[in-house]
């Protein structure tokens, strides 16, 4: 996983509620690639071919690296896909009203930033579609078109292994010196334990 610092471009507005990780990959249904099968039922006509009404098959949204949305981003089932198909396709942050849990977990777990925005961010990203956006996940902040900073919130554990690129295995193996430290430290367990 690479280090996730900052990122700075359009954020592409897809203004529907509760798109569900059937819609961000709908696996089986689709061409069999992640980064195509994204949002397949939206982005794809019946015969096949791209949908040009679709807001991530127009510039200057197409490969934009933030995605804008509204509430309950990546409802439905946990399949981890769903982040992985964004990725495919170049996001490296979301920013929505609100995120299913599972969703949100699988994103910071792989690298994808979820930024959850109150109602006025929202509306003040909204204003200014195109426009770049930059998401600061060290002072975690967002800096809108206009100039206009905004806080956002995220897990300090989750915020530590993005910035390091590293998942929570890697953090776990990274703490074997202090295990073995406090393992010398507090000698061998006694009791207790079966044998």
């Known amino acids: ?8 471009g359009p954020a592409a507005p897809l203004m529907l509620p509760d798109i569900n990780t059937d819609v961000l990959y709908p696996g089986r ?6 980064a195509l099968d994204a ?8 015969d096949g071919s791209e949908n040009p ?5 127009q510039d200057p949204f197409r490969g934009a690296p933030i995605l804008l949305t509204a509430q309950n981003f990546g409802c439905g089932s ?5 982040v992985w198909a964004l990725q495919g396709n170049g996001f490296q942050a979301v920013i ?3 995120f299913a849990d599972i969703f949100r977990g699988n994103a910071l777990k792989n690298g994808l930033l979820p930024v959850a925005v109150d109602e006025s961010v929202h509306t003040r990203l909204l204003s200014a579609p195109g426009s770049a956006v930059t998401v600061d996940l060290e002072a975690q902040e967002l800096t809108l078109a206009d100039g206009t900073g905004a806080s956002f919130v995220i897990d300090p554990f989750a915020r530590y292994c993005l910035l390091n690129g590293i998942d929570e295995l890697q953090f776990l193996l990274g703490q074997e010196e202090a295990v073995a430290a406090y393992e010398r430290r ?3 367990l006694s009791g207790g334990i079966p044998s």
């Open 1 to 8: 996983m690479e280090a996730f610092t900052v990122v700075r």
């Open 53 to 57: 009404s679709f807001v991530l098959n």
């Open 39 to 46: 949002f397949g039922p939206l982005r794809y006509l019946p």
């Open 29 to 34: 249904n689709g061409k069999g690639d992640l």
């Open 78 to 82: 946990s399949r981890e896909h769903a």
């Open 186 to 188: 507090m000698g061998p």
């Open 96 to 98: 929505a009203l609100s």
